[in-house]
Antibody
């Protein structure tokens, strides 16, 4: 069974940083592209970032380019999202997803709240 | 960026009825790159269909169809657990984009 478990969410002040982690299991991690998708409270879905299976290619939405960095650690079957210069509009549930650009499996999400 | 517009915003139906959800794209999208997701309250989205294919474990009452700029998710006979929110997504261009969602509610 494929499982994706996010961690690292929380409350952060505007301009601050946070790193999300996603522990993957149930599939061969290094053969799948992975993504982060977010959902602001009461809103729809927004793709944030993706990374190829071997990790050599990364993709970012314009709204986070230059502030967020996606990476993966194959030995730990873990996906990361380093978020810097956070803004109020980054407040959302962040989902880790297996696949890019289509999202075949999703984690339960991590809430990130950016507020003073 | 391709904009996807879903209609209606809310669909009121009874269990056992057929649901037809629409997703219209601002420019032509290959049907192979159009997906539908279901999201239950408090849960993560789940992939339902991509192109004309169903994702693993998805009941056959769900089907995706369409071409060009007009796409449809059909739920053949609504079960109680189907009264939730549905999103379409195109991924033929980067960035892939989502529609704003259709909520299916019990009439």
């Amino acid at each position: 069974e494929i499982q994706l478990l996010e961690s690292g969410g929380g409350l952060v002040r505007p301009g601050g940083s946070l790193r999300l982690s996603c522990a993957a299991s149930g599939f061969t991690f290094d053969t799948y592209a992975m993504s982060w998708v977010r959902q602001a409270p009461g809103k729809g879905l927004e793709w944030v970032s993706g990374i190829s299976g071997p990790g050599g290619t990364t993709y970012y939405a314009d709204s986070v380019k230059g502030r967020f960095t996606i990476s993966r650690e194959t030995s730990k079957s873990t996906l990361y999202l380093q978020m810097n210069s956070l803004r109020a509009e980054d407040t959302a549930v962040y989902y880790c997803a297996c696949g890019y650009p289509r999202f075949d499996y999703w984690g339960q999400g991590a809430l990130v709240t950016v507020s003073a | 960026e391709i904009v996807l517009t879903q209609s209606p915003g809310t669909l009121s139906l009874s269990p056992g009825e057929r649901a037809t959800l629409s997703c219209r794209a601002s420019q032509s999208v290959s049907s192979s790159y159009l997906a539908w997701y279901q999201q239950k309250p408090g849960q993560a989205p789940r992939l339902l269909t991509y192109g004309a294919s169903r994702a693993t474990g998805i009941p056959d009452r769900f089907s995706g169809s369409g071409s060009g700029t007009d796409f449809t998710l059909t739920i053949r006979r609504l079960e109680p657990e189907d009264f939730v929110v549905y999103y379409c997504q195109q991924y033929v261009t980067s960035p892939g984009t989502f529609g704003q969602g259709t909520k299916v509610e019990i009439k």
